[in-house]
């Protein structure tokens, strides 16, 4: 199976992405993915190799314009697990079956 | 014999906070039951995430400290710095002399008093923000001591009671106000100093405009949001406050500072300074708390049913992105309307606007103030809290006695309060 190199962003990569990540390690193990998830902020992101960086709506812009070549979910409730693992589904899954 | 062990691990690793977070994270491992490598990682990783922390923010106050006097050799006023790592570097720096620099000991401690409060009580709240619990911490503690003479056991006893029902309270107080975002149901809250702010901000707004009228529906140049990189942000804003602090002051004044390098290129330096303090300040706090919160969050998880997650600022902005970026701006010009309004009134202290109370306070305030509001209400709410944050810092270095205040809008308004009455019942600053 695919082991995937997730990034969760925010503006520092300290407080909002730590509790995004949180909740998409629980998941990612619901649904059984093999990921490691990793926090960053917007400069340190673009710096490193991943297959998708999970992002507030209001970063995903900015994050996507950055050049990065993984796929940028855009999130809007950080807490809303079933819209994480929705989310999950269309653009990290979807994605790997092309 | 038993003794000198004892009094080694309370001198050399109790009192040092990298040591002291090692030992925290240690134990939260057992806690999660990890195994011995991954507890080995987590346990390194928390002592350099710390010391890390502390070279960045050294990195801010020396930055700052450069412009502060300046300012004041060359207008005869206080500055004051209203950056929140900054004040946290200057006041543990002082804290050391009393022996209570180690604030985290407050910070970890205050955290099991708010994990109680919410179990025994029906309020629920758990503070989250692992950053902001460290720097309040240092706030309190200092202010404490400052204020009202506290020192040794009474401090620390004073300190985490405060932090743990500011946390655990105020949170709870402000998500009555967060409904018209979140509904009635979500089991979230703000967790930043920016609970009572918020709250004054949404019913600013409300005066102002009507929530229909939504910012969301306005069209915002794409400029701004180049302030949502915190590298871009710290170096765009603060080289531009310390430029023209350095072009007030004149090139003989810098000149003291700067021996041979050039006056305005000694400003950018100072400016740049703080970006770079910043990064490398968050990669440690980042480091740090990748081990503290999971095991804070497995804990309370435990502990708690039913809890309310208070959390950071920057989970909100997705209800208005735009908002935001309307909040940030009109924050901006706020603050410099208030400098404006010091200068004015001639106040001996003047409090120098700064990224995170800019930014992060402004674009939290701008997302709370548009639910109730819409554009007219982030216009006119976050820039009469520009003005009331500015002034307010300034009155609040005034009452504590030093020339770094942490800049928050709750700062300015609640604390600002608290510690004017404490100050006024025991008499005397330090």
Known sequence: MKKYKIGVCCTFGAGSSMMLKMNLSQVFSKMGLDATVEVYDISGVTSVELDAIYTSAALAQQVASSGTSAIVIPVVNYFDLAELEELTKKHLLAAGQE | ?430
């Open chain 2, 1 to 430: 014999m038993l003794k000198a062990i004892l009094n080694f691990f309370i001198t050399q690793i109790f009192q040092t906070p990298a040591y002291f977070m090692g030992l925290v994270v240690l134990l939260g491992c057992l806690f999660l039951r990890k195994d011995a490598k991954s507890t080995l990682i987590s346990v390194i990783k928390a002592v350099v995430g710390m010391m890390i922390l502390s070279i960045g923010a050294g990195q801010l106050k020396t930055a700052s400290q450069n412009v502060i006097e300046i300012f004041t050799m060359r207008l005869g006023l206080t500055g004051v710095s209203t950056d929140m790592w900054t004040a946290v570097y200057a006041y543990i720096e002082e804290l050391n002399l009393i022996n209570m620099g180690n604030v985290a000991m407050v910070m970890i401690t205050a955290w099991v008093v708010n994990l109680l409060l919410a179990k025994f009580t029906p309020i629920k709240t758990i503070f989250l923000t692992g950053h902001v619990a460290y720097c309040d911490s240092a706030f309190i503690t200092f202010f404490l001591y400052k204020v009202c003479g506290l020192t040794g056991g009474a401090l620390f006893v004073g300190a985490v009671l405060t932090c743990a029902v500011y946390w655990w309270l105020f949170p709870a107080i402000l998500r009555r106000f967060l409904t018209p975002m979140l509904g009635e149901e979500t089991p979230l809250t703000l967790g930043h100093n920016l609970c009572i702010s918020g709250l004054i901000t949404t019913q600013l707004a409300r005066l102002f405009g009507k929530k229909e009228e939504s910012a969301e529906n306005l069209k915002l140049s794409g400029w701004l949001s180049i302030f949502k990189d915190s590298v871009v942000a710290y170096s765009i804003i603060m080289s531009v406050i310390y430029v023209t602090i350095i072009l007030i002051a004149g090139p003989e004044i810098v000149a003291k500072k700067a021996g041979s390098t050039n006056y305005i290129v000694y400003g950018l330096n100072q400016g740049l300074t703080m970006a770079v303090g910043v990064y490398v300040l968050l990669s440690g706090v980042r480091m740090f708390l990748n081990e503290l919160i999971p095991a804070f969050k497995g804990f309370s998880d435990r502990l708690v049913k039913g809890a309310i997650a208070a959390v950071d600022s920057p989970v909100f902005w997705s209800y208005g992105p735009n908002a935001a970026l309307l909040g940030f701006l009109f924050t901006v010009l706020g603050q410099f309307a208030g400098v404006g309004l010091l200068a004015l009134f001639g106040s001996p202290v003047m409090a120098i606007p700064s990224v995170i109370p800019l930014f992060f306070g402004g674009c939290t305030l701008g997302v709370f103030a548009n639910a109730w509001g819409g554009w007219k209400g982030v216009i006119g709410a976050t820039f009469i809290m520009g003005i009331i944050t500015i002034c307010g810092s300034a009155a609040l270095a005034y009452v504590v006695g030093t020339n770094f205040v942490p800049g928050h809008s709750d700062w300015s308004t609640l604390w600002l309060g608290v510690m004017f009455i404490l100050r006024t019942l025991f008499g005397a600053r330090v």
